[in-house]
């Protein structure tokens, strides 16, 4: 771990005696200044800028004066540049300085400086160091409002003269603002777009492959909890609304069944290295086994954001971004006196809808899904100048070294594909089922720890359960046991051997299934040999690949258990459903599935 101030001196390419070691020592020096991972992401979006200039040396530093330090000397580390120590960077020559944030002693470098911002403009009130102001953030101390972070004076300038030689904007209502509060650093603003939203527009093609990769189903809404930090925010405990996030996740389990719905949460950085990465786990622990992702919130927050159907969030630059693109937003906090009451920010607060923890959770959702109309405040005031930040930002970068561009077009690098996370459930799940018709069965499943309620006129209930729960009390009051993996993993010995396995040591199983890919799973019914159940492609393409094959299991399981007059014996009824197939309902969509021997019969010579 390094401890900012103390690390060892840089020797190469910089240092007193680098210009022995150094192997391209005529290069520009380019200096980024990180205060902590939340502006750091913002300085990783323009980094590529720079890429495949050989006259350009990158080099990094930390200033150490943010409350947020931790992992940002991983995440340093992880840029493989040259990070200097503070003070040795503060000593040495640049050409340009690259900042996301104020804060810390930016007057001291003897390179140009330019600061860009680390959100959706400037939109919060924060005291700067030492000026005794009210922060929104703590709600105590004396004095006026504190001052719009990144806007007023005390941020802007030192001994009257602006520290930065460019204030990046992304919008003009940025600059009328900037006019007023602080005209001396006016001259200095450089409207040059938002690159974060920049990369995120260029990605909007790719918004099914993301939704793919957070095992979104086709049929399946992606809801999006978000939120910034503080106590007032969305995850915060000290807000008007109490403990909003904690009643939300206990709703979110008890309303939303989870073939018809997928939850991921995007959390503010300083969230996670405020409180620690595993902390944050650790709260989140039920949730994320109830089939929560949790989103890296350096590399795959933006595709997330893109795959989104809906955000519940608060008043921060993400949930801002998210009307942006258009999408539903209902805000779980909205804290008005953080906020500077000219910034685009504050009036969407005061216009989008707000979470009412009276009313139906799940019916909220439909609602703003069904009647939404976007706002038109995001997508106008996020950025006037879509698409143009790579070019205007290296424009401005080679203008202030005083070095002409490249000749290759400036460009952002595209959002990666995350990896697959299937958000798999593994706490106990209560499964409502109803036999519509012959081999025709209705699942509804939910991950409410609570019990289950009746589930009306013909309507049956029972328990599914997936083997790797931590709830392992319950394996043996499951009805239908199920896993996922490949079929070749030697640890199970083979999707057959495992079935028969889970038979013999849960005695109340009646279905052990384990799925082998996104629509196929290996049933064995206690008492017949295993079955491939897969979904149907011929009948809908569009649908593939179908439900969790876990929800085929628990229909075919409530089918074997219903009453069928002209089929009374469960053999019967299965040898139905494995002619004519099975016909699964999860929400507004039917899945066909087809049923086979798992080894087909022997063929007999003739």
Known sequence: MIEYGRTRRVRVPVGDEAERWVTRGECLRVLVVVHNVTAATRLLDVLPLFDDDLRIQLMATCTGSSAFMSGTAELLAGTGVPVLPWEQAVETRVDLAVSASFGGQLEVFSGRLAVLSHGVGYTKRLAAPDTGHRTPDTGHGPGRAAPVFGLAPEWLLHGGTPLADALVLSHPEQYERLRLACPEAAPTAVLAGDPCFDRILAARPLRERFRRALGVRPGQRLVLLNSTWNSESLFGDGGDGGDVVAALLDRVAAEFPVDEYRFAAVLHPNIWHGHGPGQVRSWLDRARRSGLSLIDPLNGWRQALLAADAVIGDHGSVTFYAAALGTPVLLGAAPLDSLDPDAPISTFMREAPKLDPGTSLVAQIEGLLAGHRPLTGPAE??????????????????????????????????????????????????????????????????????????????????????????????????????????????????????????????????????????????????????????????????????????????????????????????????????????????????????????????????
């Open 381 to 606: 005031f996020t950025t006037s100048v879509p698409g143009e930040s790579a070019a205007r930002l290296r424009r401005l970068f080679y203008s202030m070294m005083g070095a002409p561009e490249p000749d290759h077009p400036a460009s952002l690098k595209p959002l990666p594909l995350p990896d697959h996370e299937p958000g798999t459930v593994t706490v106990p799940l209560h499964v409502r089922t109803w036999v519509l018709g012959p081999g025709e069965v209705t699942v509804c499943r939910r991950a409410d720890p609570r019990p289950a309620a009746d589930p009306g006129p013909g309507g049956e209930l029972h328990i599914a359960l997936h083997e790797d729960t931590r709830d392992v009390d319950h394996l043996d009051l499951a009805d239908v046991v199920f896993r996922d993996g490949t079929p070749d993993d030697p640890r199970f010995g083979s999707p057959a051997v495992w079935t028969a396995e889970v038979l013999r040591r849960h005695r109340n199983c009646s279905v052990a299934a384990y799925a082998t890919g996104p629509s196929a799973c290996v049933v064995r019914v206690r008492g017949e040999e295993p079955l491939l159940l897969s979904a149907d492609p011929g009948t809908d393409a569009a649908d593939a690949p179908g439900a969790d094959p876990a929800a085929y299991a628990s229909a075919l399981y409530a089918w074997l258990a219903s009453y069928v007059p002209d089929a009374p014996v469960p053999a019967e009824r299965l040898a139905r459903v494995m002619d004519a197939g099975l016909r699964v309902r999860t929400g507004d969509r039917l899945h066909r599935v087809r049923i086979a021997p798992l080894t087909p019969p022997a063929r007999q010579d003739r």
